[in-house]
Nanobody, 116 residues
């Protein structure tokens, strides 16, 4: 059974940092492209960042220079370091593991709230 379990969300003030973690089980982690998506209230789910390996990453323009995605294949875990957080970063953040159209999995999400 595939499981993606996110952690690290919470309430922070603008300008502060958070690190999200996503622990995967039930998949051959190294084979998967890992990604973080987010969904704000009333909006669609959007890609935040993805990582194939340390040399292949992609970021949404809105988070470039502030967020860093990384992965530890030994721990089957993907991270999202979020710095200089803004109120518009408030959303539920979802972990995604993608290998093929059929082998595509989602976590249940973790809430990040940025507010003063």
């Amino acid at each position: 059974q595939v499981q993606l379990v996110e952690s690290g969300g919470g309430l922070v003030q603008p300008g502060e940092s958070l690190r999200l973690s996503c622990a995967a089980s039930g998949i051959i982690f190294d084979l998967y492209t890992m990604a973080w998506y987010r969904q704000a209230p009333g909006k669609q789910r959007d890609l935040v960042a993805l990582i194939i390996n340390d040399d292949n990453t992609h970021y949404a323009d809105s988070v470039k220079g502030r967020f860093t995605i990384s992965r530890d294949n030994a721990k089957n875990t993907v991270y999202l370091q979020m710095n200089s957080l803004k109120p518009e970063d408030t959303a539920v953040y979802y972990c995604n593991a993608h290998y093929t159209y059929e082998l595509n999995y989602w976590g249940k999400g973790t809430l990040v709230t940025v507010s003063s």
